[in-house]
């Protein structure tokens, strides 16, 4: 029984809270064969090269809303009927993109002019399309979209910084749907080149047990360790989470293993499921794929993608060494001890049985870092030897129909990408052509008073806001295109801007009240989704601190500063880190004192500016609050439980 109550909660996570319909016969058979034809067809785009920005990014349109409608029911409701009409809805969607993908030579020839078929079939496509939003993440960003096609219609009659000349609607379908600066721009190219591939890869990867033997390398190394089980769920989503593209995924492809081992170790349910989603979520920000937007910022800043893969390296280390540290200091608190020898895999084991499933990790670091080839390139031969990589050995094969579901996988794991960054296209095109962009800028600075400490706390807030319930790829994307703007123009670097809303987009799947990474964690704890949330915000302290650092300290971003000033940074902001971690969780060899708590805090603000004078002081503190405890728990004849193994 409790199984299947598990079962009917994963499903409802998964989806978060989107209903869709699973099919049998004939009908299923209908769908794999679409699903399996998208992923081959850009599989093949991926290494025999990409077609024009509009027939690009309208073969990924064609696909997209054919299955999003059939797939994803209008209703929680859903009746013969409805299904009728919704075939005919996606018929009608792919209709209105094979039409531009047709003629999109003859589009650029005549420079986007729409003609009669152009503006019926320009109005039907921006119209399912926001309803295809609606049905795979809600009603936040279709309202959204909404909001701005009538900013667009009639800016004349608003006030002050938001009034403009207003666009027609011949204007709008030119600039929205024949034109690559609206639903084609930026997010659905870079949807259709790079991200669909890295998602294939992923399922592919998941498909043929490369999840599992994450789990089991960090069993192997840390599960001795006293919160082992714990620190094996930061190491294993850390690993798996990069590939994943989706924090949600992530807790449900790793968290179905280490959510159980954690609670049988100790841990309270909210805590294992909350530990869970911020190692799932982080994943998101781990190089080398990121969750596939790297690929995607380096589009949207027109950079290298190495530039951003390293750029992201000593955040993403901070924001896992202050999880570990919070998992550590928990364990300590409960007095726990690690996992029994005896139930933990050997390390030699699973090398000796699992260890060839890696080599496709290492293939694609290769294929970019040191080969340098294209991010799709790269992909499509890391995909092709993860497909034969499992057949080398009798116990990790993996069968034609199991390759085929991965490719089916992928297809409706890219749906809700695809139609987000489209409808962020038309966003992008409003913005543009109504001068938005630049009043915005100049309304966020305005609220500010010029001031940095505020501005970045605003557009902090905003981020999450706006973040809340989208996939990474998406949440970074509309952020890029509505809040990274307003930091450049107050000076900070471009990759730096960028980097911090995607941080707190990110961090939207483990912040309250829509903490859908969360939830997915609590759904496997069987604990309280809210609790699960705000004990998820607690354990996720870094992911807020992290972003102010590099803000302040480039170095962090190595983008300036001598091998000596970014180790010096690095090593200052461990510590700070270390500080608030000891504050929140009231623990340092034992547990700490109002006062040290108060002075750990102030360590921790003195240090996440990166200046001499407030890291001497910061360091001072710390070793004086360390110093001080120690006397402290020396003279009491406590004994430390520190890093205890057994």
Not at 19 to 42: C, D, E, K, Y
Request: net charge positive.
């Amino acid at each position: 029984m409790g199984k299947k109550i598990l079962k009917r909660k994963k499903k409802v996570v998964l989806e978060e809270g989107i209903q869709q319909r699973h099919f049998t016969g004939i009908p299923n058979l209908v769908i794999m064969a679409i699903s399996v034809l998208f992923s081959l067809v850009f599989l093949y785009t991926s290494q025999f090269g990409v077609m024009a920005p509009l027939a690009q990014g309208s073969l990924l349109l064609i696909f997209t809303l054919l299955l999003v409608f059939l797939l994803f029911p209008g209703f929680k409701t859903d009746n013969k009927w409805l299904k009728i009409i919704d075939s005919l809805f996606a018929i009608l969607g792919a209709v209105a993109f094979v039409r531009v993908f047709i003629t999109h030579e003859d589009l650029v020839a005549r420079g986007g002019q729409p003609e009669v078929a152009d503006l019926i079939l320009g109005g039907v496509a921006i119209v399912l399309l926001i309803e295809a939003i609606r049905r795979t993440i809600g009603w936040t960003l279709p309202i959204l979209i909404v909001v701005f096609l009538i900013y667009a219609f009639f800016g004349p009659y608003f006030p002050g910084l938001l009034q403009h000349a207003g666009m027609t609607y011949e204007r709008v379908i030119q600039v929205v749907y024949l034109t690559t600066e609206g639903i084609f721009t930026t997010p659905v190219k870079a949807v259709a080149n790079f991200v669909l591939v890295f998602i294939i890869l992923g399922s592919v990867l998941q498909r043929s047990g490369t999840g599992k033997v994450f789990i089991d390398l960090s069993m192997s190394l840390f599960g001795l360790f006293r919160g082992g089980s714990a620190k094996v769920a930061v190491i294993a989503s850390s690993l798996f989470g990069s590939v994943s593209g989706s924090a949600v995924s992530n807790v449900m492809g790793t968290g179905t293993i280490t959510i159980p081992l954690m609670k049988g170790n100790g841990f309270k349910g909210r805590v294992a499921g909350a530990i869970e989603a911020v190692a799932s979520t982080g994943g998101q920000i781990m190089p080398p794929v990121m969750g596939a937007v790297a690929f995607v910022m380096a589009e949207m800043m027109g950079v290298s993608y190495l530039a951003v893969v390293i750029s992201a390296i000593i955040p993403s280390i901070l924001y896992y060494v202050s999880l570990f540290f919070m998992v550590d200091l928990e364990a300590a608190k409960l007095g726990m001890k690690g996992i029994p020898k005896q139930d933990l895999p050997r390390f030699r084991d699973v090398m000796k049985k699992g260890g060839h499933l890696l080599i496709p990790i290492l293939v694609l670091i290769i294929l970019l870092s040191v080969v340098h080839f294209s991010p799709q390139k790269s992909a499509f031969w890391t995909i092709v030897v993860a497909m034969i990589v499992p057949q080398l050995r009798k116990s990790t094969r993996v069968s034609l129909k199991t390759l085929l579901l991965g490719l089916k996988d992928s297809a409706v794991n890219v749906l809700m990408v695809s139609v987000v960054c489209a409808g962020a296209g038309i966003i992008i095109a409003v913005m543009l052509y109504t001068g938005l962009a630049l009043n915005l800028s100049s309304l966020i600075i305005q609220l500010s008073g010029g001031l940095l400490p505020v501005l970045l706390i605003l557009t902090a807030v905003a981020s999450l806001i706006l973040g809340m319930g989208l996939p990474t790829t998406a949440a970074y994307i509309v952020l890029a295109v509505l809040i990274a703007p307003t930091l450049s123009q107050m000076g900070i670097d471009p990759m730096a801007a960028h980097m911090f809303v995607l941080y707190f987009g990110v961090i939207s799947a483990i912040t309250p009240p829509v903490a859908v990474a969360a939830f997915a964690g609590a759904s496997l704890a069987s604990s309280n989704p809210i609790q699960t949330g705000v004990t998820s915000f607690r354990f996720g302290i870094a992911g807020f601190i992290v972003p102010f650092m590099f803000i302040y300290g480039p170095e962090l971003l190595l983008l300036e500063g001598s091998v000596i000033d970014i180790i010096l940074t690095f090593v200052f902001s461990i510590i700070g880190i270390y500080a608030i971690v000891t504050t929140l969780q009231g623990f340092l060899i034992r547990a700490m004192n109002v006062m040290e708590r108060i002075c750990m805090f102030i360590t921790s603000i003195l240090l996440i500016v990166p200046e001499i004078i407030s890291s001497a002081l910061g360091i001072s503190l710390f070793i004086i609050v360390f110093a001080f405890h120690h006397i402290r728990t020396k003279n009491k004849n406590v004994e430390s439980p520190h890093v205890e193994i057994s």
